[in-house]
């Protein structure tokens, strides 16, 4: 009975984690968000269906989204996703090797009320992950090799909050190795240079950045709902709607809005895209003229071995033929 309540909590216990953006604080912040969209926009259908189209939810698309989603779940129930994350051995190991080249012991935790590395520590976490997500998300973009295993997640023809779950878990495991790298690093030099123990500004021990941006808006990044933050603003933050173009499959709006958090990345590295007002977009995968193409991922099966296949492709053609994904501008 307890493997079973373990099983259970496993499969459900995203709905009470904070670090999760499905959890029922987030979800239930959600749906006050999309009640004051509705209202300001004059009430153009009832409420229920503003907020649950029939059409999105019942949509095939959306019922792969749930599958992949549960098989994901499986295989973190099962211990394969925290087997494969590094992040804790590079800190420990970066950490004692700048330790035993110094002689030195680990600087003095920081104190209560120090507000200032408190902040700061925080903004680094928090600038260091999105630089990570930024670049592993647009690695697979412009590797043919990586590009059929993301695919998946631009496949999505409706999006949804579930949406956001909707990855191979090869494109998983390949992003957390990048974060193992990049984050375990910057971690470990935390550690040397700040305060000898990372402590950071958390609400319900989630970071408060990641709080705050899991609290106002991140559930809509994969919905039907369009929300701007105006130009200014998404030049410094990415909106749900800038990240909906982003799926989107109009060449114009291919391999743009990389960010999750930060819109400066996209600015600094020339993939910055903000609309002019509201567009009508629609998702799915496309050729280099905007022609959808046939839905390759119509079942869980398809949705984990077809990328394999178009990675083996791939690979025997070879990265710089030109019919490769980065090049045909598939890679949305």
């Not at 910057?186 to 021990?205: C, P």
């Not at 809509?220 to 990240?243: K, T």
């Amino acid at each position: 009975m307890d493997a079973f309540f373990e099983l259970l909590d496993g499969f459900t216990g995203f709905l009470f984690d904070w670090n999760s953006r499905l959890a029922l604080l987030y979800l239930c912040l959600t749906v006050v968000l999309v009640y004051v969209i509705w209202r300001v926009r004059g009430r153009p259908t009832s409420f229920s269906a503003f907020l649950l189209p029939r059409d999105v939810y019942t949509h095939k698309s959306n019922l792969v989204d749930i599958q992949i989603f549960l098989f994901n779940k499986l295989l973190t129930v099962s211990g394969f996703f925290a087997a494969v994350t590094l992040t804790p051995v590079i800190t420990a190991t970066l950490l004692t090797t700048m330790l035993n080249a110094t002689g030195r012991d680990l600087a003095p935790a920081v104190g209560e009320g120090q507000w200032g590395k408190l902040a700061l520590a925080t903004m680094i976490m928090i600038l260091t992950l999105d630089f990570c997500k930024y670049w592993a998300h647009r690695l697979h973009h412009e590797n043919a090799l990586l590009w059929p295993f993301h695919a998946l997640h631009h496949s999505a023809e409706v999006l949804t909050p579930l949406t956001a779950n909707r990855n191979h878990p090869v494109f998983i495991v390949i992003r957390l190795f990048i974060y193992a790298v990049v984050v375990g690093s910057v971690q470990a030099l935390m550690l040397f240079l700040l305060m000898g123990k990372i402590d950071v500004l958390t609400i319900g021990s989630v970071n408060a950045g990641y709080f705050l941006f899991n609290a106002f808006g991140s559930n809509l990044r994969h919905s039907h709902v369009w929300l701007s933050y105006g130009r200014v603003m998404e030049h410094i933050l990415i909106s749900p709607a800038q990240h909906q173009v982003h799926h989107s499959n109009d060449p114009k709006h291919y391999n743009k809005n990389y960010g999750e958090v930060f819109a400066f990345w996209d600015l600094m590295f020339g993939s910055l895209y903000v609309p002019q007002a509201h567009e009508k977009l629609t998702f799915g995968l496309s050729d280099e003229n905007g022609v959808p193409i046939e839905q390759p991922h119509p079942t869980l099966r398809a949705a984990l071995i077809h990328p394999f296949v178009e990675a083996w492709e791939a690979l025997t053609k070879g990265t710089d033929d030109p019919s490769a994904p980065q090049n045909r501008e598939t890679a949305q």
